[in-house]
């Protein structure tokens, strides 16, 4: 079998949490793309309902949409169980959920700090742990995590502490995780985008000033657009990433380069 062809999802089944639209969206397309069923995970049911057929008649897939709030175990459970039972199994998931809130650090109230925490990492947590135990007890699978540069580097000029401690945990917990669970055949990765031109950031008027300047920090000049993160993501859910686990993959222009 060639590199192609073992790139290829055909039988796999999995989920997408964040999924009705931005990155999320595009890396559910993207499994499905490379032949698997895929679950559109997200809270706003009506546009994921809407995602899951678009993308079922652009692939041919099965392409299903559930309702879940992913800071809730009991909900994650659901999730998860009824992935397992609508589409036949799990062997992989990309848990993609997370919000970001620009306040200075002096100003941010508790409240705001432990809603970044509940969405960013605890819904990961939530997420990985659930789908794992399935994995683990079902030959395996291959986990994703969302991170972002942002658990690197200091963001500028838009103040974010929480934003970047969540994300920093996040990496911090693909590795934990990966590590234990290596020899039990269930792989552990993170993606860490960088700036992405999603509709809800290119839409919104008080972004734009700091679109500008993200651009001019950035070696490549531009924001990155969501289908430029469709072939890493693909790559980790594959056979093909047998020997690659515990990983934070950095998809930003080279904008963490300097």
């Known amino acids: 079998m060639g590199i192609i062809e073992k790139m290829r999802l055909d039988g796999k089944k999995g989920f997408v949490t964040g999924a009705a639209r931005g990155i999320g ?15 559109i995970v997200d809270m706003d049911i009506e546009t994921a309902e809407a995602t899951a057929r678009e993308i079922a008649e652009a692939t041919g897939r099965k392409v299903i949409p559930i309702w879940c709030d992913v800071t809730s175990e009991t909900e994650v459970q659901d999730m998860v169980d009824a992935v397992v039972e609508k589409l036949g199994g799990l062997d992989f998931c990309h848990a993609n959920a997370g919000i970001a809130i620009n306040a200075p ?7 705001q700090w432990k809603k970044i ?10 997420t990985d742990t659930i789908a794992g135990r399935y994995m683990l007890t079902h030959g395996g699978g291959s986990i994703i995590n969302t991170a972002s540069m942002s658990g690197h580097i200091v963001n500028v ?9 969540s994300k920093a945990a996040v990496i911090q917990l693909t590795k934990s995780l990966a590590v234990e669970w290596a020899k039990c055949g269930v792989r552990v990765n993170s993606i860490s985008p960088g700036y992405i031109g999603t509709e809800l950031v ?17 070696p490549i000049g531009r924001m990155g657009k969501p289908e430029e993160l469709m072939s890493i993501v693909v790559y980790l859910a594959s056979d093909t990433a047998s020997f690659t ?11 963490t380069s300097f």
């Open 25 to 39: 969206k595009c890396t559910a397309r993207a499994f499905a793309e490379a032949g698997a069923d895929v679950a």
């Open 105 to 111: 650090a002096e100003l941010m109230t508790y409240e």
């Open 117 to 126: 925490m509940d969405v960013n990492l605890n819904s990961v947590f939530l």
């Open 157 to 165: 000029p838009q103040p974010q502490c929480g934003y970047n401690a």
């Open 202 to 218: 290119l839409d919104a008027p008080k972004l734009q000033p700091l679109i500008k300047q993200w651009n001019e920090l950035s």
């Open 245 to 255: 686990t515990g990983s934070d993959f950095i998809v930003d222009g080279g904008y």
